[in-house]
C-alpha cells in the first residue's frame, strides 16, 4: 500500500462567547485537514489545531510543513507508522501539530484497512470514556453559577476549572464552586502556568480543603524542578502537567523527577497517537497516570483523543470538551462518537468512522 497523494483544507471554528486562561484569550481557532490518498483506494484524513502559544505553530506554518513533508510522504506505506515519524522528525524540528495531522490520517487508513475504529488498534480497553467541562476564569459567582448550570443542566459530574491570574480569586472561586454543586461532584483545577512555588503550595493547601483532586501546571513549563518540590510539600492533591509534557522525553523527564502525579498528552503537543501511546506508556511504568486534553479540535481529533483514552486503561481522565463550546458541535462532520451528557461513546466503524468530505 502507498501514499499517493496529500490535500488539505483550512477550516475556521467560532467559539459561542470568548473562553479566558492564564495567559490569553480565545475566540476562534483556524486548523488544517488533510486528507491523504493511497493506491488501494482508502483516504485517511487527518487534523492540526495549532496553538502558537503552545506548540509554537500557526496555521500558516502548518500549511508550510505539510506542503514540505509531502514529497517524501508520498510512496510511503501508511501502515509504515514509526518510519513515518522517523522522516517527519528527520525533516524538521517541532512542528507537532502538523506532524499529529499526517498521524492521525495514517492511523484512520489503517483502521479502514482493517475493518476496525482506531481505539481496537490503540489497545480497546473501552469504548465509552467519561468527559469533564471546562469553566474558564472570571468572577468567582460567575463561575460558581456556570458550574452549577453544567452540573445540574448538562449533567457533567466532572469540572476543570481555570486559574492562576489571582490566587486569592481562585480560592474564593473554588469555595463558591464547591457550595455550588455539592460534595460530590470531582473538581479539577488548571493554573496554566500562573503561580509561582510559593503561591503553589499555598493555593494547593488550600485547594484541598474543598476536594481539589488535582491541579494542572502551576509552574511555569520549564519548571520541573519547581513542580517537583510542590508536589513534595503538598499531600492529598494530584500534581498534573501539561505544558510541561511536550513528548515522550518530556515525560520521561517529569516522571524520573517525581514532578507529576498525571501527565496532560495532548495529540497536538506530541505529534499524534504513535507518541502519545509512548508518553502513556512511560507514564505508566512510574506509576503515574494521564489524562488527554485536547486544543480547538474539529470532531476529527476530539474523536481520535477519544479513542487514546478509551482505549488505555491508565489514561484515567479526559479532557476532549472544546467541541462543547463551539457555535456548530459536529464541525461540519458526522459519525466518530455519541454523547449523552458526559458520557462520549465511540462508534464501532472502521477508522475514526467520521464522514468528512473534501
Ligand atoms: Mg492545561
Redesign the pocket.
Known amino acids: 500500500m502507498k501514499i499517493t497523494d496529500i490535500k488539505a483544507e483550512k477550516v475556521r471554528i467560532e467559539l459561542t462567547f470568548p473562553f479566558r486562561?492564564a495567559f490569553a484569550e480565545i475566540n476562534y481557532s483556524e486548523n488544517l485537514l488533510i486528507k491523504v490518498s493511497t493506491d488501494e483506494g482508502i483516504d485517511g484524513y487527518g487534523e492540526a489545531a495549532p496553538l502558537p502559544f503552545v506548540t509554537g505553530e500557526t496555521i500558516d506554518s502548518v500549511v508550510s510543513v505539510i506542503s514540505l513533508l509531502r514529497p517524501g510522504l508520498i510512496g510511503m506505506n501508511p501502515l509504515d507508522i514509526e518510519k513515518i515519524h522517523e522522516l517527519m522528525d528527520g525533516c524538521i524540528y517541532g512542528n507537532s501539530s502538523a506532524k499529529c495531522a499526517v498521524d492521525l490520517a495514517m492511523y484512520d487508513i489503517c483502521g479502514k484497512l482493517m475493518g476496525q475504529p482506531v481505539y481496537k488498534l490503540l489497545g480497546g480497553y473501552s469504548n465509552r470514556v467519561q468527559n469533564d467541562i471546562t469553566i474558564g476564569i472570571d468572577t468567582p459567582e460567575a463561575m460558581a453559577e456556570e458550574a452549577r448550570a453544567h452540573v445540574l443542566k448538562d449533567g457533567f459530574h466532572i469540572l476543570k476549572i481555570k486559574a492562576g491570574i489571582h490566587v486569592e480569586e481562585d480560592i474564593r472561586a473554588m469555595h463558591l464552586i464547591r457550595e455550588a454543586v455539592g460534595p460530590k461532584i470531582r473538581l479539577r483545577v488548571?493554573a496554566?502556568q500562573g503561580y509561582d512555588t510559593s503561591d503553589a503550595i499555598y493555593a494547593l493547601t488550600e485547594f484541598k480543603k474543598v476536594g481539589i483532586e488535582a491541579v494542572?501546571?502551576c509552574l511555569p513549563y520549564w519548571d520541573f524542578e519547581g513542580s517537583a518540590y510542590v508536589r513534595s510539600k503538598v499531600n492529598g492533591i494530584r500534581i498534573?502537567l501539561?505544558?510541561s509534557i511536550h513528548n515522550h522525553l518530556d515525560a520521561a523527564r517529569a516522571c524520573q523527577g517525581g514532578c507529576a502525579d498525571i501527565l496532560?498528552i495532548k495529540l497536538m503537543k506530541c505529534g499524534g497517537l504513535f507518541r502519545a501511546s509512548q508518553i502513556n506508556s512511560i507514564a505508566e511504568a512510574f506509576g503515574v497516570n494521564c489524562m488527554v486534553?485536547c486544543m480547538m479540535e474539529t470532531k476529527l481529533a476530539t474523536t481520535a483523543g477519544i479513542s487514546l483514552v478509551a482505549s488505555k486503561k491508565n489514561i484515567t481522565e479526559a479532557?476532549c470538551d472544546s467541541f462543547l463550546f463551539y457555535a456548530d458541535e459536529q464541525t461540519g462532520m458526522s459519525g466518530g462518537f455519541t454523547r449523552e451528557n458526559d458520557v462520549f461513546t465511540l462508534l464501532d466503524a472502521p477508522g475514526f468512522g467520521l464522514n468528512i468530505s473534501f
Open positions: 486562561v488548571d496554566n494542572e501546571q498534573m501539561d505544558e496532560n486534553g479532557d
